[in-house]
């Protein structure tokens, strides 16, 4: 091997870690901050919806598979419910957090990104395009997502999602 | 007759009978209310503690519960895609016709989540159906690394990996593009789909880039096939590895919807030192991908730069080529598109090597997973030798 080669080597490898660390630290913000972020004052108490009869067939309709949860907490005052939802990407779950205001989304972030490609939906200039979108009759964004490319599994994942928590807000806001 | 003394005697005790009696009632009344909020306490109790019971079966089913099948298939990861084409082209000035059906890619995605940081990632690939002696296809192992995420959106791998260049090099599973067959530039520049061994880091910072760096095994071209970069690639079988590369890319997706990426290699030696006339070289790579609504817009541009006078000799010191490739999403389920490719292998005399090709198709998704596709291509090479015609594909991922 030329010499040039092993320096390239070397050098290589003085960039490598010196141990690999224990947890996965792809998280972007911590789901407790952004329910926080959410509510201006206090947070309310958590509550949960059973995902049962209906709901579970329009759920699984959204998300185009079976859905493994019983049931989904959210956090909800007046007007304003936010979410904690993961879907999978390719491999991984991807957590999201989505907070809905009257029927449009206020705030939908990536929380925590756990694959090892598609990392670019945690850009601002990707998920800012879900803000103010609504659901239609038929659980369909009114607005139309620019995908990215080498992300699509990703992109459809977060779609579906903020499809799900608009849908699960409406419930929600249906029964109180 | 009665006395009215008698009267009144039978009237007052008529009177402390009937009054016993709704006294007794009004009591029994009582006791049975009683018994009743007892038994809607106990109810009440009840239906706490079934509650509490059901959130702690859901909780624990939501966990797992804990069993090992359940955690094995936590950990293992399966996937695929393939795609079957049907080629439908009539040779002009010397080419000869195609027509052929073909199961182009059958791929198994395996991978393995050791821990949180640390994960395998596979992809097995049959091509052409039948592997063999005297046989078209092949069996390819194109990925077989190890993922360290040792820092946030930050990993290294080392193993078998595709290298990080162009759009369809990582990228590939059929309904993600257009066209039933993969756009030549790509592939007989870049040379896609394209695997090296090696190790490599790569991240991302949010809001703002990603980035590659890679030390991988090199090409190994050849005089007698002119040098060509697709024929150089060693696939990882015993590959010659005297000479190594390094890969940079960035790439910027800070603005909604585009993404621009450039990506530099440096070849120690393109023929592994087997030849003294051939030497290093360089390949930069740039596209742009637009995504506006429905509409989306691809441009690609790659070349190579073969120093040596060996490759000088045959115009194959620069090879390169570029594609563009407008498209239109009318809804979720059915694209349009058009595309332009330009590729030359030997650009560096004036032999007249260039090769042009337009496709215009579409694809239908029945499923977001599954497609259907269709395109009429038209070649204009130099000297004439033309395949023209349509082709017809169905892909899948999983």
Not at chain 2, 79 to 96: I, V
Not at chain 2, 138 to 163: C, P, R, W
Not at chain 2, 187 to 198: D, Q, R, S, V
Not at chain 2, 227 to 256: C, P
Request: net charge negative; hydrophobic share 35%.
């Amino acid at each position: 091997m030329p010499i040039v080669w092993r320096i390239h080597f070397c050098l290589f490898f003085l960039f490598l870690p010196g141990k690999v660390e224990a947890a996965s630290l792809q998280e972007y913000q911590n789901p407790k901050d952004f329910i926080q972020e959410s509510f201006l004052t206090e947070v309310p108490k958590a509550k949960y919806i059973w995902i049962k009869s209906e709901v579970r067939k329009d759920v699984e309709r959204i998300l185009g598979h079976r859905y493994h949860q019983l049931r989904v907490r959210y956090w909800s005052k007046g007007p304003i419910s936010t979410w904690i939802l993961e879907e999978i990407g390719k491999e991984e779950y991807i957590t999201f957090g989505v907070t809905i205001n009257s029927g449009l989304v206020q705030n939908a972030k990536v929380l925590v990104y756990r694959e090892i490609r598609g990392g670019e939906i945690v850009r601002k200039a990707f998920t800012h395009q879900f803000l103010n979108s609504k659901i239609n009759s038929k659980h369909k964004l009114n607005v139309r997502i620019h995908g990215i490319s080498g992300a699509t599994l990703s992109v459809r994942a977060m779609t579906k999602i903020v499809r799900m928590a608009l849908y699960l807000d409406q419930v929600i806001q249906k029964k109180s | 007759m009665f006395s009215k003394k008698k009267i009144l005697k039978l009237g007052l005790g008529l009177g402390l009978l009937l009054g016993g009696q709704s006294w007794a009632a009004s009591s029994a009344l009582d006791k049975k209310v009683e018994q009743l909020q007892r038994e809607i306490d106990a109810l009440k109790g009840q239906i706490k503690e079934n509650t509490e019971m059901l959130n702690e079966t859901a909780s624990a089913m939501e966990k797992g519960g804990g069993s090992y099948s359940k955690s094995l298939w936590d950990k293992l990861s399966i996937g695929g895609y393939g795609e079957l084409h049907y080629n439908n082209l009539d040779g002009e000035g010397g080419a000869s016709d195609k027509k052929e059906m073909d199961f182009h890619r059958f791929v198994l995605f395996f991978g393995y989540k050791y821990s949180d940081t640390i994960r395998f990632v596979s992809e097995f690939e049959l091509e052409h159906a039948i592997a063999g002696e005297s046989k078209n296809g092949e069996v390819e192992l194109e990925q077989a690394y190890i993922d360290f995420n040792y820092s946030g959106a930050h990993h290294v791998k080392t193993g078998v990996f595709l290298m990080p260049v162009g759009i369809i090099n990582e990228t590939h599973e059929p309904p993600t593009f257009f066209g039933v067959e993969r756009n030549p530039v790509e592939k007989n520049i870049i040379p896609a789909t394209w695997w090296e061994g090696g190790v490599a880091l790569n991240g991302d910072f949010p809001n703002s880039f990603s980035y590659d760096f890679a030390l991988s095994s090199g090409l190994n071209t050849t005089s007698g096939k002119n040098y060509k970069i697709r024929d150089g690639r060693q696939k990882i079988s015993n590959a010659e590895a005297n000479d190594l590369a390094v890969t940079g890319r960035i790439k910027w997706n800070g603005v909604r919807g585009l993404e621009l990426a450039l990506t530099y290699q440096n070849q120690g030696d393109v023929t592994q030192g087997n030849d003294s006339t051939a030497g290093g070289a360089d390949l930069i790579e740039t596209h742009l991908i637009w995504m506006y609504r429905g509409f989306t817009l691809k441009a690609l541009y790659a070349s190579w730069d073969l120093d040596g006078t060996g490759p000088q000799a045959v115009g194959a010191d620069e090879q390169k080529g570029f594609y563009i490739e407008p498209s239109y999403h009318i809804n979720e389920q059915f694209g349009i598109f058009a595309r332009f490719n330009q590729y030359d292998n030997q650009a560096g005399d004036n032999t007249g090597s260039e090769k042009e090709l337009l496709s215009i198709g579409f694809n239908y998704w029945p499923h977001e997973d599954v497609v259907l596709k269709f395109d009429i291509e038209n070649q204009d090479n130099e000297g004439g030798q033309n395949q023209d015609g349509f082709n017809i594909g169905v892909g899948y991922q999983f």
